[in-house]
């Protein structure tokens, strides 16, 4: 009879905790949309200028059919976004650019008449060189294929890869208080432990102490493969290996600066070296060709292309999804669990042992 008496009184309960549960969904569900129907304007008018659809306003005027393509390089300049990965992973709380990404979005523009030049917009300490190349190449491929401009704006710090990438640029504007140059290399870190006596295992294995020292057998066949392995010094044959490898590297930066800025190679190794510069030294060297403000950078761009002032719209490509579905994905992709912060830490760590144009100490990436 309890049994009977209890199973009654369930059913509807369990009916309406279902029915509560749907409709508090629907409620988060719409609420979101209209979120981001009042925040973007692609939900609130469809437009016929295909453009608009591809790119975002950014400033200017906002009806002109004169597109000046804003590309951002914020953070750690980096190669291929890995699959798995965010594309924009200062969503995150890191800030990359991935460079090869940055010369498709500049070979994608080459085929767009409606845009009549390009702006680089950079705050990068720099990264690894073959993303950093890759920008560069993406200039170059936009300059030939359009003979339109490309100008560089450092907003803040261009540094070492920055330095790598822009230098293609047709015009390089610093604004006030900016800093250029590092044109150098760096090479991998390595650790060399003295008669270790502690062990940390990490947080699941726990740690050791001994008194009389830790010893390591690594297994390893061909010659040099257990470079790096901390329980041993490096010979000096295996140092000038590397730093051979190094300076190849850094003859490269140096002859590319070079000749894109019309610098003598000499200067740059012995006078400038890998120092950072303010405006008024790096304009002096000619690392950059004057310092302006953003909006007086975007004025010369739009002035060399046979622009009035008023008479040019900024874009940027779009850094999310657009329309219903793709903002729909994009929540679902807030609250997946295939990537983590510390996957794209992992992989700013994967790059530190690479030769880096890297402005600072690239360990810290990975702490």
Same mark, same amino acid.
């Given at each position: 009879m309890n049994s009977w008496l209890n199973s009654v009184w369930l059913l509807p309960l369990r009916i309406f905790i279902k029915v509560l549960l749907v409709m508090v969904s629907l409620l988060i569900i719409f609420t979101l949309i209209g979120m981001m129907a009042g925040g973007n304007p692609h939900f609130a008018k469809t437009s016929t200028d295909p453009l608009e659809l591809e790119y975002q306003y950014v400033t200017g005027a906002a009806e002109s059919k004169n597109y000046l393509l804003q590309i951002n390089i914020d953070g750690v300049i980096l190669g291929?976004?890995?699959e798995g990965l965010p594309t924009a992973p200062g969503l995150m709380g890191f800030s990359v650019t991935y460079?090869?990404?940055?010369?498709?979005?500049?070979?994608?523009a080459a085929e767009q008449d409606e845009i009549k030049g390009v702006l680089l917009r950079l705050q990068t300490p720099g990264g690894t060189i073959f993303g950093s190349r890759a920008i560069f190449d993406g200039i170059k491929y936009y300059q030939?294929?359009?003979?339109?401009?490309?100008?560089?704006y450092v907003e803040g710090l261009s540094a070492s890869g920055g330095m790598m990438a822009m230098v293609g640029a047709d015009k390089i504007y610093a604004d006030h208080g900016s800093m250029v140059g590092s044109i150098g290399v760096l090479g991998p870190s390595l650790f060399y432990f003295n008669k270790p006596t502690a062990f940390d295992g990490g947080l699941l294995a726990g740690g050791i102490v001994t008194e009389g020292g830790i010893e390591q057998t690594l297994v390893s066949a061909g010659r040099y493969k257990d470079l790096g392995n901390p329980f041993r010094r490096i010979t000096a044959e295996e140092l000038a290996h590397l730093?051979?490898?190094?300076?190849?590297?850094?003859?490269?930066?140096?002859?590319?600066v070079a000749v894109a800025r019309d610098i003598l190679p000499d200067v740059l190794r012995n006078e400038l070296g890998a120092q950072i510069l303010g405006n008024a030294q790096a304009e002096q060297y000619h690392l950059i060709d004057g310092t302006l403000s953003y909006h007086d950078t !975007?004025? +010369? &761009?739009?002035?060399?292309v046979g622009l009035e002032k008023s008479d040019y719209r900024v874009v940027t490509p779009h850094t999310e999804p657009?329309?219903? !579905?793709? +903002? &729909?994905?994009?929540?679902?992709?807030?609250?997946?669990?295939?990537?983590?912060?510390?996957?794209?830490?992992?992989?700013?760590?994967?790059?530190?042992?690479?030769?880096?144009a890297y402005y600072g100490d690239p360990r810290g990436l990975c702490r």
């Open positions: 291929i976004v890995p460079g090869y990404a940055v010369r498709e979005q500049l070979v994608k030939e294929k359009t003979n339109k401009p490309v100008f560089a730093q051979a490898s190094i300076d190849e590297e850094y003859n490269y930066f140096v002859e590319h !975007l004025d +010369q &761009l739009a002035q060399q657009v329309g219903l !579905l793709g +903002q &729909l994905l994009r929540i679902k992709s807030m609250f997946s669990t295939h990537t983590t912060p510390q996957q794209v830490t992992q992989h700013l760590c994967d790059m530190v042992q690479l030769p880096l």
